[in-house]
């Protein structure tokens, strides 16, 4: 085996170097029996990522204009109770927050069900300890979608 074969194994990391030796992952969501793409599809890093500053734009706006009377200091704090409560409401009612409704995107459990107000109450917490948030598998599910037995699909 020539190095440069070993450090390019390296740097691409585990997955293209099974890839190269013959392992077919898939496509994201496939596992789920959900579509490789369009509605129904699971939603992209970069829809979840823009939905969730446009939700903890909305929180920190909230909380600045009618809860921290106008104290930055405070609204920061504020915000974090708002984000929680607007994501608690919004899962455990539609299936979105005001961000997933934009990105177009929903929280729905993997057998194509609504989210129970305990799931999307439990979700929410493990979202604000952020580390089951950032945590996920080859379909991009967080340990807090997993934990819930949720996926977030595209609308």
Known sequence: MDNREVIGSWLSGPRAA???MGVEFGYRGQRLGLPENGPGSIAS???RIAALFIDWFLSV???????AHRHVHLASNWALL??????????GLVGA????LIM???VVQVDGKRLTLLGAL???VLVLLVVPA?????DTRGLHDKAVKTVQIRV
């Open 134 to 138: 950032v945590v996920f598998d080859r």
């Open 61 to 67: 706006l909230i909380a600045y204009g009618l809860l």
């Open 82 to 91: 708002v984000f929680g409560a607007v994501s608690v409401i919004g899962l």
């Open 104 to 106: 177009r995107t929903r």
């Open 97 to 100: 927050t005001p961000g997933k």
């Open 18 to 20: 099974a890839e190269q």
């Open 45 to 47: 890093v970069g829809r």
């Open 122 to 124: 439990l979700r929410t």
